[in-house]
């Protein structure tokens, strides 16, 4: 049975291009960047290149890109360097409620350690209040982090505009790029950002990497110690296999992101038309258009979620319910409860998230099997259609 992968917000397949490019650096090149022999200066000049090629795609400069562990270790180290360097100014941050958990429990640890964090609310398509945003900064404001497309609805949030909002009053900018690098353009100095966390394994990258992007002037306290590396900011030998292809796949990134997201966005249109064409009661969650090219999440009224999930699972389609990452937790969406979706509506939720390899033929094949699925479990469901 050949598989359809629909869960690219998890995680991606590494690119052939991104792994023949890794493979050199386990056993030829191995050395240690830091070493003055030859072996070093091989993989040091290998850490120099893929640095230049991160910051390339997201138009920044080499000295300003921090190679991380990824996303999760981007979020933390950005926002608690940030908040420690910062609290004798003040010890107020701003966030959203539907960040990803990396940066909703960071937050909420430092609200342990006495900082006070405002969470602004989103609207029923899950886009920040910015009315409310405005009106929450403070004199002691240190630090606003909001993530820049979300996770699980796709929506994406106006950085920029919160760029301008607060330029020139001294609070740091952080957002979360995990999403959108890949799908929509990211670019530092548009957005006006001063730190951008990236993670590889979304983009068709290895797991286990990333990058911290820190503006030039812009400082923040190591949350880890040890050596020197990475500016002393994060300290450890450098996984070089994995940051030469994380560069790899950023390259990839920069040279068909176009046409990649001119075609998930294709795909992504198609798809919605036609399960609201074929599957009655059905609710798109998120923006019509601030979203994501690759993002359909979608409710299925009178169904729950995981059953459907297991149907086209045993059919060979990999989807998700609400978010990946709150699937072992077995709670309810933070994301679906914020844009004040009902429970039947939240239960009934499924995460299809398109790929630069899925094909048209993919798509309708996963819709078919979808309205079968959704028919099957109206059938048993206690609910009426009439009710
Ligand atoms: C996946 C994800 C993360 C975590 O990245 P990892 O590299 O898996 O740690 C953080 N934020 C968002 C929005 C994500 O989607």
Redesign the pocket.
């Known amino acids: 049975m050949k598989r359809i992968y629909l869960d690219h ?1 998890a995680t991606t397949r590494v690119d052939t291009r991104v792994l023949e490019s890794m493979l050199p650096y386990f056993n030829e090149m191995f050395g240690n960047a830091s070493s003055l022999h030859s072996f070093g200066q091989e993989a040091a000049v290998a850490l120099s290149f893929s640095r230049e090629q991160v910051a390339a795609t997201i138009g920044a400069e080499p000295q300003e890109i921090i190679f991380t562990s ?4 981007s ?1 933390n180290m950005a926002i608690k360097g940030a908040a420690y360097i910062s609290s004798s100014r003040g010890k107020h941050i701003i966030s959203s409620v539907i960040e ?1 958990p ?2 909703l429990h960071t937050c909420r640890q430092l609200e342990k350690e006495g900082f006070e964090v405002t969470y602004v609310p989103v609207d029923n398509e899950g886009i920040l209040d910015m009315q409310f945003l405005e009106d929450s900064i403070r004199e002691d404001t240190i630090l606003i982090s909001i ?1 820049h497309a ?2 699980e609805i796709g929506t994406v949030q106006p950085i920029k505009e919160i760029s301008e909002l607060i330029r020139g009053r001294g609070i740091i900018l952080h957002t ?1 790029a ?2 959108s690098v890949g799908k929509i353009p990211v670019d530092v100095n548009e957005l006006g950002v001063d730190m951008l ?1 990236i ?4 983009i068709h990258g290895p ?1 286990g990497v ?1 990058a911290l992007y820190l503006r030039n002037g812009v400082n923040i306290v190591p949350i880890v110690q040890g050596g020197g590396h990475e500016r002393g900011l994060r300290p450890g030998t450098e996984n070089i296999p994995g940051i030469v292809g994380f560069a790899k796949a950023m390259t990839i990134v920069r040279e068909q992101l176009e046409t990649d997201s001119r075609n998930m966005q294709y795909l992504r249109d198609h798809m919605i038309k036609k399960i609201r064409s074929k599957i009655p009661y059905t609710k798109l969650n998120g923006h019509e258009n601030k979203r994501l090219p690759n993002n359909v999440n979608m409710s299925f009224r009178y169904v729950e979620g995981e059953s459907l999930l297991m149907l086209l699972d045993m059919k060979g389609v990999a989807v998700s319910t609400g978010s990946a ?1 709150s699937s072992k937790s077995q709670k309810v969406s933070h994301v679906l409860t914020s844009i004040g979706l009902g429970a039947d509506y939240i239960h009934g939720s499924l995460r299809f998230t398109l790929g630069r390899e899925n094909t048209m033929k993919e798509i309708d094949l996963t819709v078919g099997l979808l309205e079968e699925a959704v028919m099957k479990l109206r059938l048993m469901s206690p609910f009426g259609e009439e009710e």
């Open positions: 917000s990824g996303g999760t270790e979020d990803h990396a940066v993530m979300n996770n979360d995990v999403q966390s993670s590889s394994h979304k797991k990333g990452c």
